[in-house]
């Protein structure tokens, strides 16, 4: 890497945003194998925990023995939940203002729950040692049909709260039923589609750990761990634990991929520091995959019936759903409190409509908790597969193009910022160029003709398109908080006497390459270039306060406050230089990285100068304090919408059902482009994602509530031989209000392919009549909706 070639964006620091293909400054250090995960961490005398779960779904815990572990010759400690709950910590706090039990005390509530921990010597001695636990239950019936949940005769899952009754967990609603109803009723065309988006998990490469150190005599907390929210979680800990937050220490060091899996505490964290509090040892807790995937948040599990409504020549008046939504045995729902659906509420997709209404009914299951925003903005993806299914049912139902009716119904440019008739304030987009430059990468009419052809043929060739906005970059703080911590971004910005500048960000890397992006932002508005910038994250002693990476809010809130917190020490900057030059500063000339006098280039001072001046001898200016640093907290006034246009071509094979995805153009605008080659590779990312929820991927459980994706070998994720060469494109609509016109990308493929990919499938079916299936498509459900069953029994 030290011999490379120069790459165009280095000989290009007078423009770090944007330009070129900069490479990631972390992956010398990825490629080698040299990443700083959790479990690679050996701390002197460090014990190992392992946990033991349960084997049912549903059970009332009647007695437990650990006599045997305890007598293992390398078992240090095994706890029950009676012993937590002696401690007061046998329960801790969801992000959903629900609670959820660390260890159980009274009953199972699904398969893999947690039931005791063991801390032994060694990883090994601790898993032998949970067989020598002894567990007697009583096994009830588990509830696991969403849609039977709520039937008087289901057995209550929530009988720990107060005067629960039944399995309801809560309703909620938006948009104007009356004004919705009443364009109904009058609509010359109403189509209505049941679907399910299945429970799917994010399985990120490496999974969930943590090593809790904590320090006995001064009484301080070191927890390594694998989290994308660091500030959030040490408040929450401190507020759990009765620790102050200055003796807790929260640090995530590299972290192998989050998508929203490593947002909630997990039973397994808390364990850790109650081990360590006990032993007075550091412990460590690795989770293995089952693990992983069976107990950590799934994603998505909504049943949606959705109607649309529309006159006969295709404009489309309004959209109505009713969502059943199973939340697990515990509403773990990672979602600011105010929005217990999460950002559902923009359904109403990148149309132009006159009336909206979204009702929800969530419940509890036998299952795993969660309802984490798995690459998704806090259930868009649900949203925007419901939006894009119903645009492509009615495109069947009047025999339009889906294309020509997506661009008839599109919210102009000139009606940003654009309020939806559920309240949310899109603030820019030219849906239509984008649209437009898909279908040229595509060359769409060309693939019409296709499959055209290839119909006579019986050959079975789908073209499915898809176009979404998304909400990303949570808060502003007014209206959106976890936990009562308001969604705001701090950020830190210390230029060294040399020029070199380290900037200290709240948010998380888990791969996207933020020590890269964030340098590039600080480039941009104080001209030091990106190599001499040092990017801190993931440590709550040395970051400043913010909310954490997930919902694509890094770029912005994050991303506004790095560039702000920029501009902050420009403005010093340029005071201090007016004294260098002996000029007033409304005489100064900013030109990217140094202050000239107007009128005369040559009379200039760089950023490097004026670091040095700044920290060192000689006089500043009068009131100008020495240093040259600024901290800042950034309180975003809007969310950012990032908007696509994809475009999936399928070939399903008539006699075997099997789908196979040929091209995929997905084209993106996410306003600035910071760094393009870093936004192609969170598409393909997301991409990829989308065409394993399509086709692949499910959490099912059988009717005891056994997980059947329990492993890889179950749960099937894409690997190279799924996917295609993937063909991105850009359009750049800059968001008004971030500082340098960026909106989030991380998940936008992840929300915008799932229905490109099923639109295409259905698509290819044309010829069996079929107008919707359920995901994933796998060959069997294929097969099924090609013999006249869309639904899986
Ligand atoms: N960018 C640029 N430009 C623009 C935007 C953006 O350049 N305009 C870039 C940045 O800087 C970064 C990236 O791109 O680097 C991303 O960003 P964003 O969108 O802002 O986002 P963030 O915040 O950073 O991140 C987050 C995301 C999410 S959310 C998810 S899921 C996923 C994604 O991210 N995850 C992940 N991606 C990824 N990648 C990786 N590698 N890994 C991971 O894990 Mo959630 O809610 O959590 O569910």
């Known amino acids: ?257 989050g998508f929203g899996n490593k947002v909630p505490i997990y039973p397994g964290y808390v364990c850790a520091i109650v081990a360590s509090l006990l032993t007075g040892k550091p412990v460590k807790w690795v989770e293995d995959r089952s693990e992983n995937l069976t107990s950590t948040s799934f994603a998505r599990d909504y049943v949606m019936r959705g109607e649309i409504a529309a006159t006969k020549d295709g404009k489309i008046l309004a959209v109505r759903t009713n969502v059943l939504a199973d939340h697990g045995a515990f509403n773990g729902q990672a979602a600011p409190v105010k929005y217990p659906a999460g950002f559902f509420g923009v359904f109403t997709g990148s149309y132009d409509l006159q009336a909206a209404y979204a009702k929800q009914t969530a419940v509890y299951t036998n299952k795993a908790p969660g309802g984490v925003a798995y690459a998704c903005s806090f259930r868009i993806t649900e949203a925007v597969y419901l939006v894009e299914r119903l645009v492509d049912c009615l495109a069947d139902e009047l025999k339009m193009d889906p294309v020509a009716l997506r661009i008839k119904n599109f919210i102009q440019p000139d009606q940003f910022p654009y309020t939806t008739k559920t309240g949310w304030i899109y603030d820019s987009g030219n849906y239509e160029a984008t649209m437009r430059e898909a279908m040229r990468i595509a060359d769409y009419d060309g693939l019409r003709r296709e499959q055209a052809e290839k119909r006579e043929r019986g050959e079975l060739m789908g073209i499915g398109i898809s176009f979404f906005t998304e909400a990303v970059g949570a808060g502003p703080r007014k209206d959106m908080d976890i936990l009562g911590l308001g969604m705001a971004d701090g950020c830190e910005l210390r230029v060294h006497p040399t020029g070199k500048a380290v900037v200290r960000v709240s ?7 933020h020590e890269t992006t964030f340098a590039q932002i600080i480039a941009e508005e104080i001209g030091i270039p990106p190599a001499d910038i040092q990017v801190v994250n993931g440590d709550t002693d040395q970051t400043p306060f913010g909310l954490g990476t997930y919902g694509s809010r890094s770029t912005p809130v994050s991303g506004a406050a790095a560039a702000l917190v920029a501009r902050k020490v420009r403005d010093k900057a340029r005071i201090i230089a007016s004294g260098m030059l002996e000029v007033s500063v409304a005489d100064l000339d900013w030109d990217k990285g140094s202050f000239h006098v107007k009128g005369d280039p040559t009379k200039s001072v760089t950023i490097q100068d004026i670091a040095m ?17 600024a901290q800042i907290c950034y309180n975003p006034e809007n969310l950012t919408y990032p908007n696509g246009a994809y475009i999936c071509v399928v070939d399903v094979d008539p006699g075997t059902a099997v789908v196979k995805v040929r091209r995929f153009v997905a084209v993106d605008d996410c306003g600035t482009r910071i760094n393009p080659m870093i936004i192609e590779g969170q598409v393909h990312g997301g991409l990829a994602d989308g065409v394993g929820m399509a086709l692949m991927e499910m959490i099912a459980f059988d009717e005891d509530g056994n997980c059947l994706g329990g492993s890889l070998m179950d749960y099937l994720i894409p690997t190279a031989l799924e996917v295609p060469d993937w063909e991105t494109g850009a359009t750049v609509t800059p968001s008004p209000h971030h500082p340098i016109g960026a909106k989030g990308v991380g998940e936008s493929a992840t929300v915008g392919s799932p229905p490109a990919v099923v639109n295409a499938v259905i698509d290819a079916l044309t010829p069996f009549g079929v107008r919707h299936a359920d995901m994933p498509l796998t060959p069997s459900r294929v097969w099924d909706a090609m013999q006249g069953h869309p639904h899986p029994p």
């Open 613 to 629: 001046r700044a920290h060192g001898a000689g006089d500043l200016p009068e009131g100008v304090e020495g240093g040259l640093e």
């Open 507 to 513: 948010c998380m890397s888990q791969g996207q390459g």
């Open 1 to 257: 890497l030290q011999d490379r070639p120069r790459t165009e964006f280095e000989d290009n620091d007078q423009h770090p945003v944007g330009h070129g293909r900069m490479l990631r400054k972390e992956d010398p250090r990825f490629i080698r194998g040299k990443g700083r995960y959790v479990d690679d961490l050996q701390l002197p005398g460090m014990l190992h925990l392992a946990i033991l779960r349960a084997p049912m779904a549903h059970a009332r815990l009647v007695s437990i023995d650990t006599s045997a572990a305890q007598a293992h010759p390398k078992v240090k400690l095994v706890v029950t939940g009676a012993m937590l709950a002696e401690k007061g910590l046998a329960w801790m706090p969801t992000l959903s203002n629900d609670v959820q039990a660390v260890l159980v005390t009274d009953k199972v509530r699904f398969q893999g729950q947690e039931v005791a921990f063991v801390v032994a010597e060694d990883r090994y001695s601790a898993r032998d040692a949970l067989e020598l636990i002894d567990v007697e239950y009583d096994v009830l019936p588990a509830v696991v049909d969403v849609r039977t949940a709520l039937d008087p005769s289901s057995p209550v899952i929530r009988d720990d709260l107060d005067g629960k009754t039944d399995n309801h967990c809560f309703d909620w609603e938006t948009g104007d039923a009356a004004a919705t109803e009443a364009v109904f009723a009058k609509a010359e065309v109403v189509v209505s589609q049941d679907m399910v988006y299945p429970r799917v998990h994010p399985a990120p490469m490496e999974t969930c750990g943590a090593v809790a150190d904590y320090d006995s005599i001064d009484g301080q907390l070191t927890l390594y761990c694998t989290t994308q929210a660091p500030h959030a979680h040490r408040t929450l800990y401190a507020i759990v634990a009765g620790l102050p937050e200055h003796k807790i220490r929260i640090r995530a060091g590299d972290i192998g991929g």
